[in-house]
Every structure is written in structure tokens, then in C-alpha cells.
């Protein structure tokens, strides 16, 4: 039986996941996706933070050491990354321009992981389901109005103008297909009613079209994944003969699917798409920091720092010097070049702790559990889209929840339910003393999440504000808006070169390549600066062969 305060934070989860999905400011901020994001994972986030520290005792977070260990160990080794490693610190901490993946966000993806790893029990299973559901409908809407011209807002997309509230297709495919994956394991569910089916069918032929008009194949992939291994554990659970030979074509398959993204084999034709071979590129450059920085990476979100020096010359010459990327579009090796083999090995340990208890729970249930399957069918296809893709918070809340769904709930039900029943009873009287003591916790929590989380929306909100006043004056101050970001300065002090402000904008670029001296494009402004002195400009070059060493353009 749930306690009141599993209950509050099953509430809590619900409104992260919704709120860090769907919300978007494109009217208010200049980047309208991923600063608003981040403000609302932390502002929640530290409201569950402070609920588990209040309810410590109730909770009886002892149950949970393993992983709780491992999450603290990957929370501690970050903050050594941050004071270790060469990365800007503010970019460390709030993460670099339009990912805004940095410290804070792990930290908050991290609490999360916690609080639904605490609430993860039988009757929050169909909570979560719902709110995926209602998740999924939004974005299913949204999805379908922007594919027939009907988008409410004005958006600069070149590859398809269905992105949902993810600013990208690839995104958008991808979540689809988690959200997917989790409603159709409700199909084989002999409780499910007839109409409820009908419903989720219908949902699920949508769910294909919006992936189709997005343009981007990774979210039927996705959707595959999880929909095998849906099938896999309802033949399994019927018929364990029946099972294993299912497992046989079915792992045919999933090798033939994935050989063919990789342009091998017969499905080649059908799979295989360019931006393949440039996330190779990508997944070396990622390796290669690794082994470079081995115990403490390159920084905290600081892939894009160290891109252009980590790039081989095929990936240099492929599509030109001044292709580049900010991220691995691989979360592994994100991670791994961010805080070196220690970061990455904790993670995979997280990622083993899943697996592990995935089996124990499926081993030990005697039917088909369409809620907890959907949860692992979610799970296994986010890690699939998580392989090729960038760690964007929209989508990555739902692959730490989801986690943490799983582990709690194999922890939490090895218990008879007489003794949780007997705990929660014995934790009522100090629930009710603790009520009062919560709402200022709640107040205090939110407050600090807000103050945490605002910096980077704000500065987008004003920049966004400078760009439509025209004011130069304005223009100018707002390249030094707290917290100082490279793309900014880069963007006012050309802006202002080229009004014939040459004098004001080098000395914001001289500033910004101060501020960020590994940032290529900081120092490439400074190169191009009209007014900039010849000694300037020699020293600019330097830096930018220094930071992009196979560069052509540049011997």
C-alpha cells in the first residue's frame, strides 16, 4: 500500500515528465526548447529532493543501497570532473548552448532516478502509464497539426517541420517510439478491455504516421525494439518452449536491422542513411578524447570544445572543416568523454543494475504484466535510440525514470504486501507530525530549483528581448549576460562588426576568447574582426590551428 508521501511524489514524477516533455517557449526565449526544460527538471527536481531528505526514515531509503550508491558515486565523480578537468566551469555546470546537458541537469536526472526508483509499486505502474498516454497524446497532436501546415507557431526547421516539442525530428521520431513501446504492451493484456484496445490501436496507427511525416526512421526502429520484446515475454509467458524459439527470428531480425544501418546486408537498401557514417565520425572523435582524458574526460558538456582537435581527416574533409558537433551522438561515449572510464563505468553499472532486475522481476511473475513489461519495452528503446543519439532532457527523463521504475519495483516487491502494509502503518503518525514541516520543504525546494534553473532561460529570454529592440546599446550588453555563453558573444560582436561597430565588438571578442580560449568559434571571430590589429590576428590563427589541427583552410 502506498503512503501519502510515495503518493506526492508519484504526482511529482508525473509532472517532470510531463511538464519536461511538452514544455516550450518559443514566443519568450530565444532558444525555446531546451532552457525551459532544464528550468523545469530542476525546479521539480528539488522539491523531490527535499521530499526524500524530509522522509528519509518513512521511506526506508536503506532498502535501495546498491543503487543508491551508484548514483552517489556517479553525482560525486561529476563534481571531481568539474574542479579536475579543463572545461569552462559554466559550461560545465549549466551545459553548452542548445543541450544544456551540464552538471545541474544530471544532478536533476539523477533525483528523479531516486524518487522513482521510492515510489515504484503495483498501483503507480498504471499512474505512470497514463501519463505516458496523455504524454504521448499531446505530442501525437502537436505532431500531426505541424505535419498538415497547421502549427500554431513559426518554426525554422529544414528537415521536416515535425518536431513536436523536441525542436528536432530525430527527437521526435525517437520518443514516439518509447512512448509507443510502453502502450503496446497494454494490446496483450487480457485485462485490457475491448474498447480500451480499439483506443490504443488507433493511438499506435498514429503513433506510425507522425513517425513516417517526421522524416526520420529512428523512431520506427525504436517502436521495433520495443514491440519484439513485448512479444518475446508474451509468448515466453504463455509457452517457455514457444518463447525461446521466437527468440531465434526475432534476434535474427534485430541483427539484420542493425547491420543494415550500418550499410551491410539486405536491408541495406532500405536502412542505411549518410548521417550514419557522420555519427562515426562522431563515435571516434568521442573515443578518442576517452582514451586521451581517461580519468576525468574533457569536461562536463564540453564535447564541442574538443571536436575539431579529436576528428580524423575523413571526418575533417567529409563535409567540409566547418561541420562540427557539440555532442557524440552516443550517450556512452558522451559520458565518457565528458568524466573519463570512471563516469562511463558507473554508468554502465546503473545500466547492468537495470538488466539484472528486469530479469529478476520477469523471472519471478508467474502471467504477463502488461504494465511492467511496457516499462522495460520503454526502457530497452530509449538505450536503443540513446546509441545514436544525442542526450537531449526531453528524452533522456524518460530513460532515467524508467530506470529507476524498474529497480524499485523489483526491490520493492519482494516484500509480502502484510509488511509493507505493516511499514507504511507504522510511518502514518510521523507522516502527519512531518505535513506542516513539508509545505515550507516544498517552498524552500522549489524556490532554490527555481534560482538554479533560471539563469540560462533567463538569458535566453533577454537576448531573445536585445535582438528585437535594435538598440545596438542593448545588443552589446546583453553579449554579457550571466551565464556567459560563447555562441552569444560570437553572435554580438560580429553583429556589431558588421554595423560598423568594429571597436565595440572586438572588444567583446577579445572578452570572449579570454572567457573560453578552447572555443574555436570564439577565436575564428576574432580572426574575421575588421578592426581587429595584425598581431590580433596572428594570434587568432595560432589558436585556431591549435584547436582544429587538420584543418586545410588553415595551413
Known amino acids: 500500500m502506498q503512503t501519502r508521501v510515495e503518493s506526492a511524489l508519484g504526482n511529482l514524477i508525473a509532472w517532470v515528465l510531463l511538464l519536461v516533455t511538452l514544455a516550450v517557449t518559443p514566443l519568450w526565449s530565444l532558444d525555446p526548447i531546451s532552457p525551459i526544460k532544464l528550468l523545469a527538471l530542476v525546479s521539480l527536481s528539488a522539491i523531490c529532493f527535499g521530499q526524500l531528505l524530509v522522509y528519509r526514515s518513512q521511506l526506508d531509503l536503506g532498502r535501495f543501497k546498491l543503487p543508491l550508491i551508484l548514483i552517489s558515486t556517479f553525482t560525486l565523480w561529476q ?13 560545465q555546470l549549466f551545459g553548452t548552448n542548445g543541450r544544456n546537458t551540464g552538471f545541474i541537469t544530471y544532478f536533476g536526472l539523477s533525483v528523479c532516478f531516486v524518487t522513482s526508483m ?70 496483450l493484456s487480457g485485462q485490457t478491455k475491448k474498447s480500451l484496445k480499439i483506443r490504443y490501436v488507433a493511438y499506435l496507427l498514429v503513433t506510425a504516421y507522425v513517425i513516417k511525416e517526421t522524416l526520420s526512421q529512428q523512431g520506427f526502429l525504436v517502436l521495433l525494439i520495443g514491440v519484439f520484446f513485448t512479444l518475446g515475454i508474451y509468448v515466453y509467458k504463455r509457452n517457455s518452449k514457444l518463447g525461446l524459439l521466437y527468440l531465434f527470428p526475432a534476434s535474427i531480425g534485430f541483427i539484420g536491422i542493425l547491420i543494415g544501418t550500418l550499410n551491410k ?46 576528428r580524423t581527416l575523413e571526418a575533417t574533409l567529409r563535409r567540409g572543416p566547418d561541420v562540427t558537433s557539440n555532442a557524440a551522438h552516443n550517450v556512452f561515449l558522451d559520458l565518457s568523454s565528458y568524466g573519463g572510464f570512471p563516469l562511463l563505468f558507473i554508468y554502465i553499472g546503473l545500466i547492468a543494475l537495470v538488466v539484472v532486475s528486469a530479469y529478476k522481476v520477469l523471472k519471478r511473475s508467474k502471467g504477463f504484466n502488461p504494465y511492467f513489461v511496457g516499462l522495460v519495452a520503454g526502457w530497452l528503446a530509449f538505450q536503443a535510440q540513446s546509441i545514436i543519439s544525442i542526450n537531449q532532457i526531453g528524452l533522456a527523463i524518460w530513460g532515467w525514470v524508467l530506470a529507476g521504475l524498474i529497480i524499485g519495483y523489483e526491490i520493492n516487491t519482494r516484500e509480502s504486501s502484510a509488511v509493507v502494509e505493516n511499514k507504511a502503518g507504522k510511518s502514518k503518525n510521523n507522516q502527519s507530525q512531518n505535513s506542516a514541516g513539508s509545505a515550507v ?26 535582438l528585437e529592440s535594435q538598440n545596438p546599446d542593448i545588443i552589446r550588453e546583453a553579449a554579457y ?29 577579445i572578452d570572449s576568447v579570454e572567457k573560453f580560449p578552447d572555443n574555436y568559434g570564439a577565436w575564428a571571430t576574432l ?29
Open 265 to 310: 546486408g539486405p536491408l541495406a537498401s532500405i536502412l542505411y542513411k549518410n548521417s550514419v557514417t557522420y555519427r562515426g565520425d562522431y563515435w571516434r572523435a568521442g573515443w578518442k578524447m576517452t582514451l586521451e582524458h581517461p580519468f576525468f574526460g574533457v569536461g562536463l558538456d564540453s564535447y564541442g570544445d574538443w571536436y575539431r582537435r579529436s
Open 481 to 509: 549576460i550571466w551565464p556567459l555563453d560563447p555562441l552569444r558573444m560570437i553572435q554580438v560582436a560580429s553583429t556589431l562588426d558588421q554595423n560598423n561597430l568594429g571597436q565595440q565588438g572586438l572588444k567583446i571578442s
Open 118 to 187: 521510492v515510489i515504484s509499486r503495483e498501483k503507480y505502474l498504471n499512474k505512470f502509464f497514463k501519463t505516458a498516454l496523455i504524454v504521448g497524446s499531446i505530442s501525437l497532436i502537436y505532431g500531426a497539426l505541424q505535419s498538415v501546415g497547421a502549427d500554431p507557431f513559426t518554426w525554422a526547421n529544414v528537415l521536416s517541420p515535425v518536431f513536436g516539442f523536441l525542436g528536432n525530428t530525430n527527437f521526435q521520431s525517437s520518443i514516439l517510439g518509447i512512448l509507443g513501446s510502453i502502450v503496446f504492451a497494454q494490446l
Open 79 to 91: 563534481i571531481v570532473v568539474f574542479f579536475c578537468s579543463s572545461g569552462e566551469k559554466l559550461q
Open 527 to 555: 580572426y574575421a574582426m575588421k578592426s581587429a590589429s595584425a598581431e590580433q590576428k596572428v594570434q587568432a590563427l595560432t589558436q585556431m590551428r591549435r584547436l582544429d589541427p587538420l584543418n586545410p583552410n588553415l595551413k
Open 441 to 466: 520543504v516544498v517552498f524552500i525546494s522549489l524556490v532554490i530549483g527555481v534560482l538554479i534553473g533560471m539563469p540560462p532561460y533567463m538569458a535566453s529570454a533577454k537576448y531573445k528581448g536585445a
